[in-house]
């Protein structure tokens, strides 16, 4: 019986060759498999850029898209106002829930620390004490007013000087988070003391004052016209009316109690009439 050698594949192994499908990208990558398809490539929709416009719910869903740290933090760089805020602690991506959820906490505070100091005013000083229901109508206008009318009106101006620096969304969100002092002063000003709710919204005026002044003030210096500066003591004005406005009607409550004693009630007296005629004096 004859044996007879067979021809074997010189790269060994039993003649078999796998072969890849993946396509010509992992030939230059030393042999390795390179990743698949992602989903950008592969065309979903999702992963396409959007071409929704503003009047789309899709275009607002970015400003809203923080979590509560971010705010947090943000909130608490606005009252130790070190940083350039927008570049800095937002990195060039403010938010506008934030801005909202300070706005709408700082109405919140307002009336209800208010209605809570004034009934402890009123127990203490023995007078009976409605909720005045108007005080809410009263902060929902003044603090969106504020928060973001401003804010908006100074968005068109500079817009319509050329300055575009900040778009809306820059202006809204310094503006909201700068009201955030606010509301640990309401809460501090329920205390019954005219001299420290004076000395609290003297500071709480200062700080956030002094956070927008150091945002606002190198934008408005972009413009070409150097009168736009005006603005900003036309800002601090209207900064201070403001907080002159919400001591005078949500932190002007005071205990007030009666001095000396009640005055006796009058007696009452007998009607003079043909009835009851007036005795006379008779002359002789």
């Not at 979903?44 to 416009?53: E, I, K, R, T, V």
């Not at 956030?208 to 934008?219: A, D, I, K, Q, T």
């Amino acid at each position: 019986m004859s044996y007879q050698n067979l021809a074997t594949d010189e790269r060994g192994g039993n003649g078999l060759e796998f072969q890849s499908f993946l396509g010509t990208e992992s030939q230059g990558n030393g042999g390795r498999l390179s990743p698949g398809p992602t989903p950008s490539s592969r065309g979903y929709l999702h992963n396409q850029p959007s071409a929704s416009g503003f009047w789309t719910v899709e275009y607002y869903q970015q400003f809203f898209d923080v979590d509560t740290k971010t705010v947090l933090m943000r909130c608490y760089a606005a009252l130790v106002p070190t940083n350039d805020f927008v570049s800095d602690v937002c990195d060039s991506k403010p938010d506008m829930y934030g801005p909202f959820w300070t706005l709408t906490t700082v109405i919140f505070f307002l009336f209800v620390t208010t209605s809570l100091a004034s009934s402890i005013g009123s127990y203490l000083s023995d007078k009976p004490y409605n909720y005045d229901f108007t005080l809410l109508s009263v902060a929902v206008g003044l603090v969106y007013s504020y928060g973001l009318g401003l804010p908006a009106a100074l968005w068109a101006l500079m817009r319509y000087l050329g300055v575009t620096e900040w778009g809306l969304v820059e202006w809204l969100s310094v503006w909201g988070y700068g009201m955030t002092v606010w509301i640990p002063v309401s809460l501090l000003c329920i205390a019954p003391i005219p001299l420290l709710r004076w000395v609290l919204v003297g500071i709480a005026a200062v700080l956030s004052g002094y956070f927008l002044v150091r945002n606002v003030y190198p934008v408005l210096a972009l413009a070409e016209q150097k009168s736009t500066r005006l603005l900003v003591p036309l800002i601090a004005a209207i900064h201070l009316g403001i907080a002159l406005t919400l001591k005078i009607l949500f932190f002007s409550y005071y205990i007030v109690k009666e001095i000396g004693v009640k005055e006796p009630e009058a007696l009452p007296t007998s009607p003079v009439g043909p009835t009851n005629p007036t005795p006379t004096a008779l002359l002789f």
